[in-house]
């Protein structure tokens, strides 16, 4: 069993949550609702201010395949804006959604969101861009880890653009501490996909992959992971999220679905990557429950672990899925997981 089985989400603060998940519905097909909870985040203070903030939270899912989105919003303050990011800001720069064939997807979403050309990543893969209204970045990436097979698919999350101080130290921190080992490339020079007004600048990038071993209870759903870790070399880089609270417009967090937390904590701890947020036990998110932990990268990102012990698979008829019971040492069947897509919103 490895250390992680997946994306299981990405953290994507706004002011309007339904209307951020309508969005994320119409253009990424990111439709399968695993929760909708209001409450109080207590375990958080530490990124809030020192005082309990109260949110709403929405988890959504595509299950053609891919992690899944969770929809972050304060209720009980505004949310406050960053800086506008330029790739290399420390943070999260971009999310990384899967495609089987990146041309249809232009094709099909550029019928209702604005979108970059297709271009070559640098490994010679088809790409595009796409942002919402608060200005988040979204990258759909080649990717042939399915849980469906069909001849086109629109998938879920599969990974991140991270802006980092130190490509070596992050490389690090996500082979020793996540067990993400695989280097597709690492490369340094000026890169005319990130665009026009970057042509001059120079940029080290390295592209990590984890090829999951289908293990775990949800890695046939959630598939493979691509983390590219981007560091600018020409500037000084912002903090996206200097003096601001996680929870905040923008990507708050990356998530990893992980088997046995416990194991990674020790892991984590052995090369000195301290845990910042531990719930210790199953914590109750309503429809769905599970231990949830958070480590920070080298440059202060959030990374956050999430080990599943309750979900719902058909809410309609109070149908849940007890983990803790069953175990995390191997994969659902899949005709057990595909029952959750009969959570699906239609609008």
């Known amino acids: 069993m490895g250390f992680i089985s997946g994306i299981q989400q990405v953290g994507i603060g706004c002011s309007d949550s339904p209307a951020r998940f309508k969005w994320l519905r119409k253009t990424f097909g990111v439709n399968v609702q695993i929760f909708d909870d209001e409450a109080p985040a207590p ?5 809030t201010g020192g005082e309990v903030q109260k949110r709403r939270a929405i988890l959504a899912m595509n299950m053609n395949g891919g992690g899944g989105a969770e929809i ?4 009980s ?8 990011m330029q790739w290399g800001d420390l943070g999260i720069n971009a999310v990384k959604l899967k495609s089987n ?3 249809e997807s232009q094709r099909l979403i550029s019928q209702n969101q ?9 490994k010679n893969q088809d790409t595009f861009m796409v942002k919402d209204e608060d200005g988040n970045s979204y990258q759909v990436v080649e990717d042939n880890s399915w849980f469906k097979n069909m001849v086109f698919m629109q998938g879920g999350f599969c990974g991140a653009v991270i802006g980092v101080s130190n490509v070596d130290i992050s490389i ?3 082979q020793n501490g996540l067990g993400i080992s695989e280097i597709i490339y690492d490369e340094t020079g000026t890169f005319p996909d990130l665009g026009e007004e970057y042509k001059n600048q120079r940029f080290r990038r390295a592209l990590l992959k984890f090829t999951n071993k289908y293990t775990a209870p949800f890695s046939h759903l959630l598939g493979d992971i691509q983390i590219e870790l981007i560091q600018c070399l020409d500037r000084k880089p912002v903090k996206l999220f200097e003096n601001r609270f ?5 990507f708050i967090h990356l998530c990893f679905d992980v088997p046995n937390l416990s194991r990674l904590k020790d892991n984590l701890t052995r090369f000195r990557y301290p845990l910042t947020v531990d719930s210790g036990d199953t914590f109750d998110m309503g429809e769905s ?4 932990a958070y480590v920070e990268d080298p440059d202060g990102t959030l990374i956050e672990m999430v080990e599943t012990h309750k979900v719902p698979i058909l809410k309609k008829f109070g149908w849940y899925l007890n983990l803790k019971k069953r175990g995390q040492d191997k994969p659902l069947p899949s005709w057990m997981i595909a029952l959750m897509g009969l959570n699906k919103i239609r609008d």
């Open 43 to 47: 375990l958080m203070t530490r990124y």
């Open 72 to 75: 972050w919003q304060f209720t």
């Open 77 to 84: 303050r505004k949310s406050a804006k960053g800086p506008d």
């Open 101 to 103: 064939n990146p041309v």
């Open 114 to 122: 604005t979108c970059t050309p297709v271009h070559k990543d640098p």
């Open 172 to 174: 690090a921190f996500y």
């Open 246 to 250: 996680w929870g905040d417009l923008g």
């Open 289 to 292: 429950g599970g231990r949830f």
